[in-house]
């Protein structure tokens, strides 16, 4: 059973700075792409980051040069390194696993998800 845990959420205030986890299973996190997404109170979920498993990263435009998406794949983490934090920022914070799969010949994208993490930016 593939499993997706995120860890480090909290409260932090406007300017500071916090730094999210996120292990996924052995078996498919050194083939998978992991992306950071987030959903605040009454918006959908968006992407903050991503980061293929070769190491190649995407940042949503209103992250960047705030956040860095980084990769362990001896520890099976991927890290969210927030700096400059926003009250706009706050959100649950979710990791996704995305193992590639191949079925029948054909070549196949699963996605798994973390139970979230809350980041709350306040005075």
């Known amino acids: 059973q593939v499993q997706v845990v995120e860890f480090g959420g909290g409260l932090v205030q406007p300017g500071g700075s916090l730094r999210l986890s996120c292990v996924a299973s052995r078996s498919i996190f050194s083939i998978s792409a992991m992306g950071w997404y987030r959903q605040a109170p009454g918006k959908q979920r968006e992407l903050v980051a991503g980061i293929s498993s070769r190491g190649s990263t995407n940042y949503a435009g209103f992250v960047k040069g705030r956040f860095t998406i980084s990769r362990d794949n001896a520890k099976n983490t991927v890290y969210l390194e927030m700096n400059n934090l926003k009250p706009e920022d706050t959100a649950v914070y979710y990791c996704?696993?995305?193992?590639?799969?191949?079925?029948?010949?054909?070549?196949?994208?699963?996605?798994?998800w973390g139970q979230g993490t809350q980041v709350i930016v306040s005075p």
């Open positions: 996704e696993a995305d193992p590639p799969r191949w079925y029948n010949g054909q070549l196949y994208q699963d996605h798994y």
